[in-house]
């Protein structure tokens, strides 16, 4: 049997938020002073309860107001409400039963209770106890424990009907008519449930998880008759965890004295397994309840507390669970569920045995409050398997997919002493998850919450790797201790090196390496260090791609040397808050360096080795929305971006595969031979495993992770994934076969995938885009991961790594192009992303076609760089015009530019050259970061209606002049029109004649 074919189901803890929903708020106590005065012992009994709720890590205490006679009582109860009043004997004024019949009369629903204390003559009120107002008699002998169990016994009752159907939490059934008795047992009975459930807290996955397990604890009823008791077991029979009860009690309107036993043995008839307990003061009924079978306890034993206390143990698996010999003899204990887990594989097959068939194991997770897991536990029997090792690692297994499944979506706090490898997403601090990771955490809580996607694809394993998020108080502490944020002074002038230097100069917090040492001690895999800061991947700002992202082969047999990489790697993230290109981000935003905190997530990476390389089959990002959709594609359709290897190509906007999942098969790039020689990957990027060339490449290097490689795809033809996804080019007969061969040149067209479906990449990001975008209320954009088997050794599995909202802008049908303002413009595009009119730019930068050089374009973007520094002080915004993929890390697809060469930039136009020909750079982080800042993104294709007047720009006199750039400075503002529904964009000219019609009346705002 295996653990799918027992289908264990993994319930949220959300079911917990419902529980207990039913309080006692405010309890009124009525009472003489003396009275009062005996209960209070010189301390407030108020005090005396909160105590006890705080002991207990219970929430809500309830709130005592006192009074001495029956006339305040009522002054009360019309001021305010009450859900409990605790009357006691010799009121001032009124007799305790009158006030209590009164109350009733007054208010119905208002529970009255009658508490005696044992010092008055109690035999007196309990025999002449005849009155209806009182709901239950209790005697109270000076604990504040009893004033607890009252209040939770009453809580029972109110929620009991509500929590058993939609949690099935476990029902204990008292059964006792003696207010002496129950008022004794009680105390007892709610102490152990609370302790035993702050045990099973330890197992808890965070704080809110611990508060809300204790509202699953087993309720306890109280029953007076027979009648009542039978009443109380069918109606809650599938939840029943045991039953307690006298021997002698009313049955049928007449005591008697086998009402107990009567009652039990009909119950053990129908559920042979249930624990039940014999609580009786006549010693002649020990005998006679071994024919039920029950445990028999004498009311009147010294030990009393500790008997009970002991059947809990024994009996209802509560406490540790104790590995016993088939003869009683101890073998070792299991405090929880993740010992037990690490124990049993150790544990004798003759104790597996003695415990399976005695359903010990089931009773035991059930008194943990694993509900749904020990039920279903509960048929599987020892003789479903071959042996008794088969029985062990079922259990095992079960153990360690239930852990999973609870840990399953949920930020797990990171423990030190208790780390599990098997939590799926961890945090070490209390700070801020920071944006990147806050994406993460929701994505894990969704797909747990929300199955759809795992059911729809049953053959492919869809998850998030594991993630530890080390939260941002830790980066706080780090900047602090070390005086870093002297680095932010604003008359201080410091570089991207020197900022390195000092981030890794500084000293790191003991308590998080540390943390990080028992994290390394526990995963081998490859690493990803990511940024996630406060301002990372927000709705409207979402500093996609600023900060930086290191890969760790984590494959050093050294441990020392692991964790200084990863320190390392962590004070670079650290100092990436710091350097130019995200200080200049922030300054074109609301945001200011000094308000961001950076976490730092550390992920599996997930890939497969190929030698000295490791690296997924592909990787990509998925967007719900297409900026750009040509030929019947809708921009609802969505586009996905994928390439071989780690995703760096594809957010750096380098050479990959574009496609609309609904149409996987329309790819306009791939129509000829010629276009898909030209426009297939041809490099990919893996993960370096074969030694490490040491931590000041980092830091040497600002551009490159010293452990990633950069293959040339002709270099890995003998890797099965790289054969696997690649077509043939043969030559000689200038055609592509969708099959891989030695005989011709491999070209990258995902055919197996796109075209033949060997794995349902289409479909799955069609519907993560879909739900994404329902999750989020918004557009999203979807970083994925992909490895398929290699030779057939498992399921194909598909890794969620990202989920961010999309700027995308609101479509304002207003603006209106007509041919007229074509006829006008310099520049017409029939591509382009915005919505709105610019009235305020006199600034125009182009780079000269006549001087562009395909080799040159990163002295081009240093000349951007400076021409852009012009515009620093005068808030003045301008337009930038130049061929190829903008913002790309590829200098043969467009000029390289990061966002402090082009942070003043307003409108940006991407044009097409012979020399560089680059599909629109939507995928990219720089075209993210570009769309949210609102600045219009316009592409000047070659083909269609679209064009651009360099011979209008030659006749403007120039303002700045380089060897690869032109900035014109006009005397009245560039007309600029975006029209967000057709996709259309002109600039022209602003004619003189607009200016003139403007009436004098009219006042210009600004002006003196």
Same mark, same amino acid.
């Given at each position: ?39 209070e012992e010189e301390g407030r009994l108020s005090n005396r309860i909160i105590n006890e709720y705080k002991g207990l890590n219970l929430s809500k205490p309830p709130?005592?107001? &006192? ?67 009182? =709901?239950?008699? *209790? $005697? ?17 009752? !109110? ?12 029902? $204990? ?108 003061? %006549? ?41 016993? %010999? ?129 059911? !729809? #694809? ?11 998020? $080390?939260?941002? =108080? ?36 003991? &308590? ?57 790697? $962590? ?6 808050? *710091? ?17 961001? %905190? ?6 599996q990476l997930k890939g497969m080795h190929h030698k000295h390389y490791f690296y997924p089959t592909l990787s990509g990002v998925a967007q719900s929305y297409n ?87 002709? =270099? ?67 970083? #994925? ?106 200098? &043969? ?5 990061? &966002? ?7 409108? !940006? ?43 209008? #720009? ?16 006009? =005397? ?21 004649? %607009?200016?003139?019609?403007? !009436? ?9």
């Amino acid at each position: 049997m295996d653990i799918a074919q027992a289908g264990f189901p993994s319930p949220s803890i959300k079911i917990y938020h419902e529980l207990m929903g039913k309080k006692v708020g405010d309890i009124l106590l009525v009472s003489s002073p003396y009275d009062a005065f005996i209960m209070e012992e010189e301390g407030r009994l108020s005090n005396r309860i909160i105590n006890e709720y705080k002991g207990l890590n219970l929430s809500k205490p309830p709130r005592l107001t &006192w009074v001495s006679s029956a006339e305040e009582a009522f002054l009360q109860l019309g001021k305010k409400h009450f859900d409990l009043i605790l009357a006691m004997p010799s009121l001032d004024g009124m007799d305790v039963y009158v006030f209590g019949e009164e109350v009733k009369r007054r208010y119905s629903g208002l529970f009255f209770f009658l508490l005696l204390h044992n010092t008055c003559d109690v035999d007196l009120y309990i025999c002449d106890d005849t009155s209806t107002a009182v =709901d239950r008699t *209790y $005697i109270w002998s000076g604990n504040a424990d009893l004033l607890l169990a009252i209040v939770k016994n009453l809580e029972d009752e !109110m929620n009991v009907a509500f929590d058993t159907k939609n949690a099935k939490v476990r029902v $204990i059934i008292l059964v006792e008519d003696s207010p002496y008795h129950y008022s004794s047992f009680l105390p007892v009975l709610y102490r152990q449930i609370v302790l035993q459930t702050q045990s099973v807290i330890a197992d808890s996955i965070n704080e809110e998880h611990r508060l809300l397990k204790m509202r699953g604890r087993p309720k306890v009823l109280v029953a007076h008759t027979y009648e009542e008791a039978i009443s109380l077991y069918e109606q809650y029979k599938p939840y029943v965890l045991s039953v307690f009860s006298d021997m002698r009690y009313p049955k049928g309107g007449r005591e008697d004295e086998q009402a107990g036993f009567k009652l039990l043995k009909k119950i053990k008839y129908e559920i042979p397994d249930l624990p039940v307990l014999v609580l009786s003061t %006549e010693e002649k009924n020990r005998a006679l309840v071994t024919h039920i079978p029950a445990v028999f306890i004498n009311k009147n034993s010294s030990n009393l507390h500790d008997q009970i206390k002991t059947f809990f143990v024994s009996k209802l698996g509560f406490g540790a669970f104790v590995f016993r %010999e088939p003869n009683g003899e101890e073998i070792a204990r299991a405090s929880g569920i993740r010992e037990m887990g690490k124990l049993i594989a150790e544990i004798p097959d003759e104790s597996i045995l003695f415990h399976a068939n005695n359903n010990d194991f089931s009773r035991w997770f059930m008194a943990r409050s694993e509900i749904d897991f020990a039920l279903n536990l509960k048929p599987v029997s020892i003789d479903d398997f071959k042996n008794p090792e088969e029985f062990k690692q079922f259990i095992i297994d079960t153990i360690r997919f239930r852990i999973r499944g609870t840990r399953q979506g949920h930020v797990i706090e990171f423990d030190f002493e208790k780390f599990d490898s098997d939590t799926d997403f961890m945090k070490i601090g209390s700070g801020s998850l920071g944006g990147k990771a806050r994406g993460l955490a929701f994505m894990a809580s969704q797909t747990k919450i929300d199955p759809s996607l795992a059911k !729809m #694809f049953p053959g492919v394993t869809i998850s998030i790797p594991q993630t530890v998020v $080390i939260a941002t =108080d830790g980066f706080k502490l780090f900047v602090e201790e070390n005086n870093l944020a002297r680095l932010l002074e604003s008359d201080r002038e410091v570089t991207d090196n020197q900022v390195i230097e000092r981030f890794v100069a500084a000293t790191f917090p003991d &308590w998080l390496e540390k943390n990080l040492k028992l994290y390394l001690e526990n995963v081998r895999y490859p690493i990803a260090v990511r940024s996630s800061s406060l301002f990372e991947d927000a709705h409207y700002q979402p500093f996609a791609g600023l900060y930086d992202t290191f890969m760790l082969p984590n494959s050093d047999p050294n441990l020392e040397n692991r964790l200084e990489r990863l320190v390392l790697a $962590i004070k670079l993230v650290y100092a990436s808050t *710091y350097l130019k290109a995200p200080r200049s981000y922030a300054k074109s935003t609301m945001y200011r360096t000094e308000d961001e %905190e950076m976490a730092v997530i550390l992920q599996q990476l997930k890939g497969m080795h190929h030698k000295h390389y490791f690296y997924p089959t592909l990787s990509g990002v998925a967007q719900s929305y297409n900026f750009y959709p040509i030929s019947h594609l809708k921009a609802e359709d969505g586009i996905a971006y994928i390439a071989l290897g780690l995703g760096k190509i594809v957010m750096e906007g380098g050479k990959i595969l574009r496609f609309c999942p609904r149409y996987p098969q329309f790819l306009p790039q791939f129509s000829t031979v010629d276009d898909i020689l030209e426009n297939s990957q041809k490099h990919f990027y893996a993960l370096k495993t074969n030694g490490f060339s040491g931590n000041g490449s980092f830091v040497d290097n600002l551009t490159k992770d010293p452990a990633l490689a950069r293959l040339d795809l002709s =270099d890995a033809m003998d890797h099965p994934v790289v054969r696997a996804l690649s077509s043939t080019f043969y030559a000689q007969d200038n055609r592509i076969r969708d099959s891989f061969s030695t005989k011709g040149f491999p070209v990258l067209t995902f055919a197996n995938i796109l075209k033949y479906n060997t794995f349902p990449l289409a479909q799955i990001l069609e519907e993560v885009t879909k739900i994404g975008s329902r999750w989020m209320g918004s557009s999203v954009e979807v970083e #994925f991961a992909v490895n398929l088997p290699v030779e057939g050794g498992g399921n194909p599995e598909f890794s969620l790594l990202q989920i961010r909202p999309m700027g995308r802008y609101k479509q304002n049908l207003r603006v209106k192009i007509d041919q007229t303002a074509i006829d006008q413009a310099f520049c017409y595009s029939s591509l382009s992303l915005g919505n709105g009119e610019y009235k305020d730019i006199y600034d125009l930068v182009y780079v000269d076609p006549g001087t562009f050089d395909p080799v040159k374009t990163v002295e081009m973007a240093a000349e951007i760089n400076k021409i852009n520094g012009l515009f620093n002080n005068n808030n003045r915004k301008y337009v930038l015009i130049g061929p190829g993929r903008w913002g790309s890390s590829d200098r &043969w697809l467009g000029i390289p530019v990061v &966002w402090n060469d082009i942070s003043n930039v307003g409108v !940006m136009v991407e044009t097409t050259i012979d020399s560089i020909k680059a599909d629109p750079s939507q995928g990219s982080h720089f075209f993210q970061n570009i769309t949210s800042l609102g600045i219009s993104y316009i592409t000047v294709s070659d083909k269609g209606d679209d064009f651009i007047d360099y011979d209008f #720009f030659a006749c403007q006199a120039c303002a700045n002049t380089t060897r690869y750039l032109k900035h014109i400075h006009f =005397d009245t503002p560039i007309k600029i029109l975006v029209d967000g529904k057709t996709s259309q964009a002109v600039l022209m000219p602003d004619s003189p004649t %607009e200016q003139e019609e403007v !009436m004098d009346d009219i006042p210009v705002i600004g002006e003196d």
